[in-house]
């Protein structure tokens, strides 16, 4: 028996994104971070385990039901999660039952015949874009994700650069 | 006796809250959060109305909880001044620290923090807040039913002695209030060991969601948001700061009731959420 495949969608909006601008705008003029701060973008994460099936044509069948095309882009990573060296990622999900991750589950099994599908997770990756060298950058990143991006009651966090070589 | 009612990009009923602080002969004025923080200190109390502010971005209230207002609410807090927060006000007093409120004023440089560099003031903001308000997940008989966004009229049964909080100042232990709710991140859920039983041993929880009759059921649909131990309502140790996530303006007067209630008919009635601007009136009075 084969092992469990993971389809990792990232998806972002090709339209202006007002939460990620908001962000930005808090952590530039309330939060102190105007000097090393250069932008913000933010990108939904789906990782979907699937136990059966061709992983690159079913992460092509998943977008159509998650992506809206109209607004949106996406990437599909097939057991492997890559990010651009550009930027710290920081992933912010719920410690708590997600509601949506298992919903977005029972519909790709339910109501689109996708039986395959044994687990969705949610994620928000915060990309964050910094004026300063990686190691000070991954601190500020830390700094930011538990001033702003999560309240640790319910949410955790990971930053998910590569390691410095 | 003056109350502000603040004002977010994204709130949607300071007007109603403006015109029930009015009802029971306080003056009162829509503050906007842009203004010269400073003049808060020139009201005698404070209201953060619902709605969405900020459109809710990132989680509800914590982008509102960063502006220099809330700051200044804290100081005004830290005098005793009653500070009512309703369904997102409960959210951004919640994100700020206010409440449950045993880290108040813990926090203040690094919400200024203009002058933070790199590696300064780190995990500051997890470390004032003592809770969160999530998403509603709604249970019942074991399994979740529903998601999300709800509204409705539920009933709630007041828990604390009168006089323990400025919100419920002139509301009797055990009264019970119908007042609608309308969320969809109102579950009190909190990783801070001891929190409950401290909220429930210092009577700062003011009001748990019950049926009809006031029995607490600790499932949908009389918990309406899954909520830890029905928790509606909780004040901060002082007792002059409330949040709660029903809406007590939107059953101010009687007319406002749902159809199927008798008291909608009695135009000259009172509805049950006066009761809580009149308890904040009462504070004030009592405090002067």
């Known amino acids: 028996m084969s092992p469990n495949r993971k389809i990792n969608l990232r998806v972002w909006l090709k339209i202006p994104d007002a939460e990620a601008a908001t962000v930005k705008n808090t952590l530039v003029r309330r939060l102190g971070y105007k000097n090393i701060l250069a932008d913000v973008k933010k990108e939904r994460l789906f990782s979907i385990e699937i136990d059966s099936g061709d992983p690159e044509e079913l992460a092509k069948s998943f977008a159509k039901e998650l992506v809206n095309e109209n607004k949106e882009s996406y990437k599909a990573l097939i057991d492997e999660l890559l990010f651009e060296d550009e930027y710290v990622p920081v992933k912010v999900a719920l410690h708590i039952e997600d509601g949506e991750a298992i919903s977005v589950r029972e519909r790709l099994r339910s109501r689109l015949g996708f039986g395959n599908v044994v687990d969705v997770k949610k994620a928000t990756i915060w990309k964050l874009y910094f004026d300063t060298l990686r190691p000070e950058a991954e601190v500020a990143a830390r700094e930011i994700a538990e001033r702003l991006l999560i309240n640790p009651h319910k949410d955790s966090y990971e930053i998910l650069s590569r390691p410095i070589i | ?288």
């Open chain 2, 1 to 288: 006796m003056k109350i502000a009612v603040m004002q977010f990009p994204g709130t949607n009923c300071e007007f109603e809250t403006l015109v029930a602080v009015k009802a029971v002969d306080m003056e009162g004025e829509i503050f906007r959060w842009n203004r010269s923080a400073g003049e808060l200190s020139d009201f005698d109390g404070f209201v953060i109305p619902g709605g969405f502010s900020y459109q809710d971005r990132i989680r509800a209230g914590v982008i509102a909880s960063k502006e220099p207002v809330m700051s200044a609410l804290k100081e005004e807090a830290d005098k005793g001044k009653p500070i009512l927060g309703i369904c997102n006000g409960f959210q951004i007093l919640v994100e700020s620290g206010l409440l449950p409120g045993r880290s108040i004023s813990c926090d203040k440089e690094s919400e200024k923090g203009s002058n933070m560099g790199v590696g300064s003031g780190s995990n500051k903001a997890s470390s004032n807040v003592d809770m969160a308000l999530a998403q509603n997940v709604m249970i019942s008989k074991g399994k979740i039913v529903r998601r999300g966004y709800y509204c409705d009229w539920v009933n709630l049964r007041h828990e604390s002695p009168s006089k323990r909080c400025s919100g419920s100042f002139a509301i009797e232990r055990g009264a019970l209030l119908k007042i609608p709710i309308a969320h969809g991140e109102g579950n009190l859920v909190t990783t801070t060991p001891g929190l409950i039983k401290k909220l429930n041993d210092d009577q700062q929880v003011i009001f748990r969601y019950c049926d009809k009759n006031g029995r607490i059921i600790n499932e949908f649909p009389f918990n309406v948001n899954g909520s830890t131990e029905s928790i509606a309502a909780i004040c901060n140790e002082q007792g002059n700061v409330l949040g709660m996530m029903p809406h007590p303006e939107r059953a101010f007067f009687a007319w406002q009731l749902p159809a199927f209630d008798p008291r909608k008919q009695r135009a000259d009635e009172a509805g049950p959420g006066r009761r809580v601007f009149e308890s904040m009136k009462r504070y004030i009075e009592v405090n002067a």
